[in-house]
């Protein structure tokens, strides 16, 4: 019997395109309208059923969200750049070095690390590396294959699916909501810690007992552990460079409203003065960004071919009317109901398109106005978007990063999904738990 395979991103988008298009000839056209005190009201209008559109819309999705891409080549990178110096690998291992035989600590410490990588810069694919480094290393402290897993990977989607700061997911949906960057970071730093909270209970649980009962195969202890390498003085000086650029992201759009040009900007600066430092020629250091931006390239490249999903729909002249279906079919709806549906949504979405950047493209341009119809704030939008995107990715089969990880840690995937989906469960209960006080208190209101 043949195996069935998942098709490839692309494939998906470009066979939702041709769906919209067929919708385009179906769904009849309609507008929202706003009045002079700023109310919506809907009207039909003649829809425009689209043919060969479908290969420019790519065209215009492209164009539409040029900003964005560019962001995203320049970010990519720069942290490229920033790998391939060491220092932050070097930093971990010191940092574990020094704890010395203090497991446990090690551990927490581990999981916090990781949690804030992914809540600030939004590490997700940097973790495959981590996860060959920390797995080996956790398993000769007497502790299971798992256990790496779970304070690199596990972590950082915990702080990914709650971050505050990360430009890929929190950046770019608050971007196309036409929200401030980075605004309502107080609640959503919040969410993060208490997340964070219960990861570090959990390991700390989980270490306990696996300790006792651990029975260490050789698979999983597929690697000896390695004695930490110096840190350079180079390395130290490029650390201190990746705190301060935290630190003028923080500040910066906070105080200085900061937008996609100036961030970029500042991450673009830290590459290239972490490459100096390292030592890198200016040869070295536009390789190493260009290596960093091709391997990024397909996250980028999704965003504008999900946008052309918008496009048809827009040149259609039916999104609107999806609006208004969506609004109908929740119509006396609570606000609590609404940002519900929208959570399920988006996690249900995340089984079939587990890019972060694809699914914003895709959803947060209906979900916006949607949110806005049924009494929702936008703020709680995006983070159900947030939630919706993260916890998922730690199942489903279609996570690259997942697989990638996985694979390193020596964990067959069945096996996996045996031992987390109870945390995941969890995760999504919790989510929508920290969900409910952004409608019912108006905490993510700004």
């Given at each position: 019997?043949r195996?069935?395979?998942?098709?490839?991103?692309?494939?998906i988008?470009s066979?939702i395109?041709?769906?919209?298009?067929v919708?385009?000839?179906?769904?009849p056209?309609?507008q929202?309208?706003?009045?002079?005190?700023?109310?919506?009201?809907?009207?039909?209008?003649d829809?425009?059923?689209?043919?060969?559109?479908?290969?420019?819309?790519?065209?215009h999705?492209?164009?539409?969200q040029?900003?964005?891409?560019?962001?995203?080549?320049?970010?990519g990178g720069?942290?490229?750049?920033?790998?391939?110096?060491g220092a932050?690998?070097v930093?971990i291992?010191r940092?574990?070095?020094?704890?010395?035989?203090?497991?446990i600590?090690?551990?927490?410490?581990?999981?916090?690390?990781?949690s804030?990588?992914?809540?600030?810069?939004?590490?997700?694919?940097?973790?495959?590396?981590f996860?060959?480094?920390v797995?080996?290393?956790?398993?000769?402290?007497?502790?299971?294959?798992?256990?790496?897993?779970?304070?690199?990977?596990?972590?950082?989607n915990?702080?990914?699916?709650?971050?505050?700061?990360?430009?890929?997911?929190?950046?770019?949906?608050?971007?196309?909501?036409?929200?401030p960057?980075?605004?309502g970071?107080?609640?959503?730093f919040?969410?993060w810690?208490?997340?964070t909270?219960?990861?570090?209970?959990?390991?700390?649980f989980?270490a306990?007992?696996?300790?006792?009962d651990?029975?260490?195969?050789s698979?999983?202890?597929?690697?000896a552990?390695?004695?930490?390498?110096?840190?350079t003085?180079?390395?130290?000086?490029?650390l201190v460079?990746?705190?301060l650029t935290?630190?003028?992201?923080?500040v910066?759009?906070?105080?200085?409203?900061?937008?996609?040009?100036e961030?970029?900007g500042?991450?673009?600066?830290?590459?290239?003065?972490?490459?100096?430092?390292?030592?890198?020629?200016?040869?070295k250091i536009?390789?190493?960004?260009?290596?960093?931006?091709?391997?990024?390239?397909?996250?980028a490249l999704?965003?504008?071919?999900?946008?052309?999903?918008?496009?048809?729909?827009?040149?259609?002249k039916?999104?609107?009317?999806?609006?208004?279906?969506?609004?109908?079919?929740?119509?006396?709806?609570s606000?609590v109901?609404?940002?519900?549906?929208?959570?399920?949504?988006?996690?249900l979405i995340?089984?079939?398109?587990?890019?972060?950047?694809?699914?914003?493209?895709?959803?947060?341009?209906?979900m916006?106005?949607?949110a806005?119809?049924?009494?929702?704030?936008?703020?709680a939008?995006?983070?159900?978007f947030?939630?919706?995107d993260?916890?998922?990715?730690?199942?489903?089969?279609?996570?690259?990063?997942l697989?990638?990880?996985?694979?390193?840690?020596?964990?067959?995937?069945?096996?996996?999904?045996?031992?987390?989906w109870?945390?995941?469960?969890?995760?999504?209960v919790?989510?929508?738990l920290l969900l409910l006080?952004?409608?019912?208190?108006?905490?993510?209101?700004?």
């Open positions: 019997m195996k069935l395979k998942v098709p490839n991103t692309y494939v988008i066979v395109i041709a769906l919209c298009a919708l385009t000839w179906f769904v056209g309609g929202y309208v706003k009045a002079e005190d700023g109310t919506l009201s809907y009207e039909a209008v829809a425009v059923p689209q043919t060969w559109q479908v290969l420019s819309a790519v065209y999705g492209f164009v539409k040029a900003g964005i891409i560019v962001f995203i080549l320049v970010v720069a942290f490229w750049l920033l790998n391939a110096t932050v690998e930093g291992q940092f574990i070095a020094r704890i010395g035989k203090r497991d600590l090690v551990l927490v410490a581990l999981t916090v690390l990781f804030l990588a992914g809540a600030v810069f939004g590490m997700s694919e940097e973790t495959i590396p996860v060959g480094i797995v080996p290393l956790v398993v000769s402290m007497g502790y299971d294959a798992f256990m790496g897993m779970l304070v690199v990977y596990v972590a950082s915990v702080g990914f699916s709650s971050a505050f700061l990360n430009p890929f997911t929190v950046g770019i949906a608050q971007g196309m909501a036409d929200l960057l980075f605004s970071m107080g609640y959503r919040f969410c810690a208490i997340l909270l219960l990861m570090v209970v959990f390991v700390w989980y306990r007992r696996t300790k006792k651990i029975v260490i195969s698979d999983a202890a597929g690697g552990e390695k004695s930490a390498a110096p840190l003085k180079r390395q130290a000086w490029i460079v990746l705190l935290v630190v003028a992201l923080i910066g759009v906070t105080c200085w409203e900061w937008y996609m040009p961030i970029t500042l991450f673009l600066g830290m590459g290239i003065v972490c490459g100096i430092i390292a030592g890198f020629s200016a040869n536009a390789d190493e960004l260009i290596a960093g931006a091709r391997d990024i390239l397909s996250a999704v965003v504008g071919f999900a946008s052309g999903i918008i496009v048809i729909l827009q040149d259609g039916v999104v609107d009317s999806i609006l208004h279906g969506m609004q109908e079919g929740l119509d006396g709806s606000p109901a609404s940002l519900s549906a929208m959570y399920g949504i988006q996690a995340n089984f079939i398109i587990p890019s972060a950047t694809a699914k914003a493209a895709i959803t947060i341009p209906i916006a106005p949607f806005d119809m049924v009494g929702v704030s936008r703020q939008m995006v983070l159900a947030q939630f919706g993260g916890f998922t990715n730690m199942v489903t089969p279609t996570s690259g990063v697989v990638a990880a996985l694979a390193m840690a020596r964990i067959p995937y069945a096996k996996w999904v045996k031992w987390v109870k945390g995941v469960l969890v995760l999504l919790l989510g929508l006080p952004t409608v019912l208190l108006s905490i993510a209101e700004f």
